[in-house]
């Protein structure tokens, strides 16, 4: 049974691209969240997905956006990119009520993602 | 102030010693509450849930306070391969929200 996976592992972008990273949840889980990392920081929550709909958001700018599909996977979408998105992002999996406290949520390996 | 403080670390201490963690919340309708660890460039894994009355995972005692808002998690014993970053984990807003704390080091010596 394959865990969170996450494509790609690497990536470097110019200042002003665009970027489009990949998440495929744990077998059976049916919500994806998204976290950026900065090196020596927590994970910020970006936001949820379920039902192939955004349901939570946290303080990121309209520049990240998001998709799930009906197989459950997920993308993260960074339009304009600057410096200061250069970041791990990773992607957790869970079922529906994991902040409840009912399930554990899974994380994939993350995409290091480094803006130049 | 940040939503979730956790101590700033690093912490240095020898194989067998006994270690204590805190962590503060600042929304009082924070729901629920979790202990995740995360080794060096991988990715964070649930140590432990905390509820309310306390829990206890082996070598791991994990405790709520929510009068006071605060997280602790204390480590019996310690072993060498516990030398990670502990992260206090909160959800807020309705339980779909989940806000890191920044992370605690924890470096256990030989």
């Known amino acids: 049974d394959a865990g969170v996976t996450q494509s790609p592992t690497h990536l470097i972008k110019t200042r002003g691209q665009q970027v489009t990273l990949r998440c495929s949840p744990k077998?059976?889980?049916?919500?994806v969240s998204w976290y950026q990392q900065a090196l020596g920081q927590g994970p910020q929550f970006i936001f949820q997905?379920?039902?192939?709909?955004?349901?939570q958001r946290g303080n990121f700018p309209d520049r990240f956006s998001g998709h799930q599909f009906p197989n459950y996977s997920s993308e993260l979408n960074v339009n304009a990119l600057l410096l200061g998105d250069s970041a791990l992002y990773l992607c957790?999996?869970?079922?529906?009520?994991?902040?409840?406290?009912?399930?554990?949520?899974?994380f994939g390996q993350g995409t290091r993602l480094t803006v130049v | 102030r940040k939503e979730v403080e956790q101590d700033p670390g690093p912490f240095n201490v020898p194989e067998g010693a006994t270690v204590a963690f805190n962590c503060t919340y600042s929304n009082s309708a924070s729901q629920s509450f979790f202990w995740y660890r995360q080794d060096c460039r991988k990715e964070p894994k649930l140590l432990m849930s905390v509820y309310s009355s306390g829990n206890e995972d082996g070598r791991f005692t994990a405790q709520l306070n929510r009068a006071s808002q605060y997280i602790s998690l204390l480590i019996r014993d310690s072993k060498l391969s516990d030398s990670a970053t502990y992260l206090c984990v909160v959800s807020n807003t309705g339980g779909f929200k989940t806000i890191f704390g920044a992370g605690t080091r924890l470096f256990v010596k030989a």
């Open positions: 077998s059976g889980h049916d919500t």
């Open positions: 957790a999996s869970s079922l529906d009520g994991w902040v409840r406290g009912n399930t554990e949520a899974f």
């Open positions: 997905y379920y039902e192939e709909e955004e349901r």
